[in-house]
Nanobody, 127 residues
Framework: QVQLVESGGGLVQPGGSLRLSCVASTGSLSLDTMAWFRQAPGKDREYVVATRRGGGPTGSADSVKGRFTISRDNAKNTVYLQMNGLKPEDTAVYFC????????????????????WGRGTQVTVSS
């Protein structure tokens, strides 16, 4: 049974920073592709950025380019999302997602490519 648990969300002022963490409890399963999605009220779940166990470019949403960075510690089964220059439009519930297999580049932004999900952590950007 794979469990993903996000943490690090909260209330931050515009221009501020947060770092989200996602810890994976996987047993003997190795997770290849891990990603962050977000969902604002009344909107569809939106891809943010992904990372693969073996590294390599994955791309991020245009709305977060240059501001959000994903990183991964395989020894700790943890993926991070460093968010800088936060804007009110970044307000959403942020979800961690994973697939035990490699997700091809063209499918990274599709939520259906991931078979494991966390429950999410709320990020609110407001003055």
């Amino acid at each position: 049974q794979v469990q993903l648990v996000e943490s690090g969300g909260g209330l931050v002022q515009p221009g501020g920073s947060l770092r989200l963490s996602c810890v994976a409890s996987t047993g003997s399963l190795s997770l290849d592709t891990m990603a962050w999605f977000r969902q604002a009220p009344g909107k569809d779940r939106e891809y943010v950025v992904a990372t693969r166990r073996g590294g390599g470019p994955t791309g991020s949403a245009d709305s977060v380019k240059g501001r959000f960075t994903i990183s991964r510690d395989n020894a700790k089964n943890t993926v991070y999302l460093q968010m800088n220059g936060l804007k009110p439009e970044d307000t959403a519930v942020y979800f961690c997602a994973a697939n035990g297999n490699r997700v091809i580049t063209s499918a990274l932004a599709n939520p259906q490519s991931y078979n494991y999900w966390g429950r999410g952590t709320q990020v609110t950007v407001s003055s």
